[in-house]
């Protein structure tokens, strides 16, 4: 009786196993179609991002496709931010442990969008690149009409 205790809940911890591998591997095949349509993009747990020229679109990972999707342009901000455990820190040296988001201060707002990562590091990289971007996209001329 106990051995056969013991493998059922062998046999329960398996079936929820790959339960929750079917939910992740759903989430990214709707991330992986979700993505299709930027030219850079990531998926983590806490938050998909998605750059189309100076445009960011972001939400949460969901099985079907992200949900809370807010977007917002790279000539609306007035700067970006690595927060580290909600506080900010250098993006060239970033510490090694705490929960990373990426700021973004909007100019003509009052507003404040936060993007969590997972990694620290691949949020570093992220601000990077997205400094570099903004800063283009501050230097060229906006055509009027």
């Known amino acids: 009786m106990e051995r056969g205790l013991f493998w059922l809940s062998l046999l329960v911890l398996f079936f929820w196993l790959a339960g929750a591998g079917w939910n ?20 983590d747990v806490y938050a998909v991002l998605g750059q189309i020229g100076s445009n960011l679109t972001w939400g949460k990972p969901t099985r ?27 993006i060239d040296s970033p510490p090694s442990k705490g929960s990373p988001a990426l700021e973004f201060r909007l100019s003509e707002q009052v507003t404040v969008i936060k993007i ?27 055509e009027e009409a």
Do not use: C, N
């Open 24 to 43: 992740e591997y759903q989430k990214v095949e709707a991330y992986r179609r979700w993505a299709e349509q930027f030219d850079r993009a990531k998926y």
């Open 64 to 90: 079907k496709e992200p949900v809370e999707q807010q977007s917002f342009s790279l000539q609306d901000v007035e700067s970006i931010r690595l927060l580290v455990d909600g506080e900010p820190v250098e």
């Open 116 to 142: 969590p990562f997972t990694e620290i590091s691949l949020a570093a990289q992220w601000g990077k690149h997205l400094q570099q971007e903004w800063q283009r996209w501050q230097m060229e001329p906006t």
